[in-house]
């Protein structure tokens, strides 16, 4: 394995940007930007062998700060929605700025995804720091923050997130690839077998805002215990795939113990690669790609429709920092943040 590091173009405030590629077995590898810490490239081989690049993406670094912000990013202080952009802890009451129908997604304005992060090769494993000062997007506390990025065993991908603060913060990170095995300009995804393993999700409202409810995955198109061809749940009638256009729901993981387990599998008939998400975290969010379509053409030279590719996404109970039925999502001051999501590629 090695490590590659070369321009990705510069910031408006003339900062340059870096793209440092890491190489595992049989010519996989993954390339990530210190703008935002995203996963801009992921090549993968097939059943033949052959490498194709399997996350929806940017050609330059403009493109990413002009197009569609959460590929391949990592979404903080908080990924996910905070209700009435606002939340209470010890006392007093923190407001965020709104930036979807008057609620707080994904850190905000300036969330982690848009500010370029520091970065260093400590071997074959690269680690992107970001200091987020106090009063940042309305968070309290100076919160460090470290993703690395490595390959296990060649074709496994493991991204394990750091964090400490001086004051109690909430704080949830996750990966936000948008991904498609049979490649990023293939533009279609309900061929893809899907599993995860929840019994339960998370009851949400109009707004896609979780309720404090779990309710069973039993008798409903959620149902991804067993494997399942994608295009059968798009195309289900059940209103929790009507109301929201596809998946965008938040799975409850059998894994409550911050071990790292199995989440979810996926396989492409098409080109045989296979991808098992493991996780620490207690929940998952699959998203179905419902809201692709931009005005920037991505790295094939087109521009991404609906559902032409989706989202795994290992983290904690959204919305938890207003929700007490839900675990909390608090950093405590001197504490640390300790979270991995790994992906793990194969052949069927």
């Known amino acids: 394995m090695s490590v590659k590091v ?43 062998g052959k490498l194709k690049d399997i996350v929806l993406g940017y050609n330059s670094l403009q ?20 209700s009435n952009s606002s939340f209470s802890l010890n006392g007093k009451t923190f407001d965020l700025p709104k930036n979807e129908n008057g ?60 964090a400490e603060t001086d004051q109690d913060t909430p704080v949830c990170i996750t990966h936000h690839s948008y991904f498609n095995l049979s490649g990023e300009d293939f533009e279609k995804i309900g061929h893809h077998i899907i599993q995860i393993n929840a019994d339960k999700y998370l009851e949400t409202n109009k707004e896609l805002l979780p309720t404090g409810v779990l309710l069973s ?3 409903t198109a959620l149902d991804l215990r067993k494997p399942l061809e994608l295009k059968k749940g798009l195309e289900s009638t059940d209103e929790c795939i009507t109301s929201v256009g596809g ?27 296979k991808m098992e998400v493991f996780s620490t975290y207690p929940c998952i969010v699959f998203y ?52 991995k999501i790994s992906y793990k590629f194969s052949t069927i």
């Open 6 to 48: 070369e321009s990705f173009g510069y910031m408006p405030d003339g900062r340059e940007a870096k793209l440092i590629t890491i190489f595992g077995h049989n010519g996989i590898s993954c390339s990530i930007c210190n703008y935002g810490s995203k996963l801009i490239r992921l090549f993968v081989p097939d059943n033949k």
């Open 63 to 82: 493109d990413y700060i002009n197009g569609q912000r959460y590929f391949g990013s990592n979404p903080g202080r908080v990924s996910g929605r905070i």
């Open 103 to 162: 609620n707080h997604l994904h850190g905000g304005i300036k969330g982690f995804d848009s500010v370029l992060w520091d970065y260093e090769i400590n071997g074959e494993m690269v680690s992107f720091t970001y200091f987020s000062p106090d009063g940042e997007e309305g968070y309290p506390g100076n919160l460090k923050t470290r993703i690395d990025y490595q390959w296990i065993d060649g074709n496994e991908l493991l991204i394990t997130y750091h």
């Open 217 to 219: 995955v039993e008798g």
């Open 247 to 273: 998946f965008d729901h938040c799975y409850v993981l059998e894994n409550q113990s911050n071990e790292m387990k199995a989440a979810a599998l996926v396989k492409d008939p098409l080109s045989g690669r």
């Open 288 to 339: 179905s790609g419902n809201w692709c379509n931009g005005l920037i053409a991505g790295k094939s030279g087109k521009i991404a429709g609906d559902k032409s590719a989706f989202c795994l996404e290992p983290q904690l109970y959204t919305n938890a920092v207003n929700i007490r039925e839900f675990p909390s999502n608090i950093l405590r001051a001197n504490q640390k943040y300790l979270h």
